[in-house]
């Protein structure tokens, strides 16, 4: 069992930046491939950005690349997901989630992780 609890979210004008972490207990994080997942009201949920179990690949949705970064400290069990030139329509709740490494399914569906936070609400304002 992998439990999972992000934070960092919160409220912020249109170009400004914030710093989502997601702190992993249970088992130890380089087991994973992590993923970063949000869903906004109304809408489903839909992948923003994954970072393998050694850090060594990133992937992230065409809305995001350039501006989201997701990075990782299998030490302290933390991931992170750095974003900035943040837009209105990036205003959702954020979830980190944690699948087996070595999957061999598409890290863009969200039932190919097993692990999910609670999430974190980041509004931003325009």
């Known amino acids: 069992q992998v439990q999972l609890v992000e934070s960092g979210g919160g409220l912020v004008q249109a170009g400004g930046s914030l710093r989502l972490s997601c702190l992993a207990s249970?088992?130890?994080?380089?087991?994973?491939?992590m993923g970063w997942f949000r869903q906004a009201p109304g809408k489903e949920r839909e992948f923003v950005g994954m970072?393998?179990?050694?850090?060594?690949?990133?992937s992230y949705a065409d809305s995001v690349k350039g501006r989201f970064t997701a990075s990782r400290d299998n030490a302290k069990n933390m991931v992170y997901l750095q974003m900035s030139g943040l837009k209105p329509e990036d205003t959702a709740v954020y979830y980190c989630?944690?699948?087996?490494?070595?999957?061999?399914?598409?890290?863009?569906?969200?039932?190919?992780?097993?692990?999910w936070g609670q999430g974190t609400q980041v509004t931003v304002s325009s």
């Open positions: 970072i393998s179990w050694s850090g060594g690949r990133t």
């Open positions: 989630a944690a699948r087996p490494r070595f999957s061999s399914g598409t890290y863009e569906a969200g039932n190919e992780y097993y692990y």
């Open positions: 249970g088992r130890t994080l380089n087991s994973y491939d």
